[in-house]
């Protein structure tokens, strides 16, 4: 069963943000909540990581509630490049049983 | 540069016919681990190995064996492929508990 929730797929406007969500309701004390994209059939590629705090890096930034059962990946500034599969994951402190689910669908449209 | 080198990239084979996937990574991560995907069911864990000589099943282990038996290689063996196991295999390396990175994936075909 997969940790997390996510929309199938999401439009958004070359230039503006794009907000994906991830329900992550079950998230325990010691797990990091992950997010990757995949662009075709390439491999995932790491965006961004957080615990409790929001967190931002030159890729992106994450927004996590203070209850931790959701989370929102922000592209500030989304190009045609960032259309892509979006996957969520939360990964415990110990044991690394990874579940991805079907991730969100980005479609950047110009 | 660091990366997941994985092996072969593209294979056909038959029915039955015994192969293995390669994956060496060189940034001396201790956790690897294997994934399939198939359309519309996302990534899903075959098996991971914590350290060499630890290995665990993931979600879908069923038909495959792996191997850790030096930190760098994590091969992935199908002993008598079949046609359910037609799919994109990536091999994952990460530190502990850290972010995990990927190879480009082994496309596989069995007919």
């Known amino acids: 069963d997969a940790k997390t929730t996510q929309p199938t797929s999401m439009d958004c406007a070359e230039g503006r943000a794009a907000n994906l969500p991830c329900n992550h309701s079950?998230?325990?004390?010691?797990?990091?909540v992950y997010w990757y994209r995949q662009i075709h059939s390439q491999g995932p590629q790491y965006i961004i990581h957080?615990?409790?705090n929001n967190e931002t890096n030159e890729m992106a930034s994450l927004i996590i509630t203070e209850d931790r059962k959701s989370s929102t990946l922000i592209l500030p500034h989304a190009t045609l490049r960032d259309t892509a599969v979006y996957y969520c994951?939360?990964?415990?402190?110990?044991?690394?049983?990874?579940?991805f689910g079907g991730g969100t669908r980005l479609m950047v449209k110009p | 540069e660091a990366q997941v080198t994985q092996n072969p990239r593209y294979l056909i084979t038959v029915t039955g016919k015994k192969l293995t996937v390669t994956c060496s990574q060189n940034?001396?991560?201790?956790?690897m681990s294997w994934y399939r995907q198939d359309p519309g069911l996302g990534l899903r864990q075959i098996y991971y190995?914590?350290?060499?000589?630890?290995?665990d099943k993931g979600d879908v282990p069923e038909g495959y064996k792996v191997s850790r038996k030096e930190k760098r290689n994590f091969p992935l063996i199908l002993e008598s492929p079949s046609p359910n196991q037609t799919s994109l295999y990536f091999c994952?390396?990460?530190?502990?508990?850290?972010?995990?990175?990927f190879g480009e994936g082994s496309r596989l075909t069995v007919l």
């Open positions: 994952a390396s990460s530190p502990p508990y850290g972010e995990l990175f």
């Open positions: 079950t998230i325990s004390g010691n797990e990091y």
């Open positions: 957080g615990l409790k």
């Open positions: 994951i939360v990964r415990p402190n110990a044991g690394n049983m990874l579940t």
């Open positions: 940034m001396n991560h201790e956790y």
């Open positions: 190995s914590m350290n060499v000589e630890v290995t």
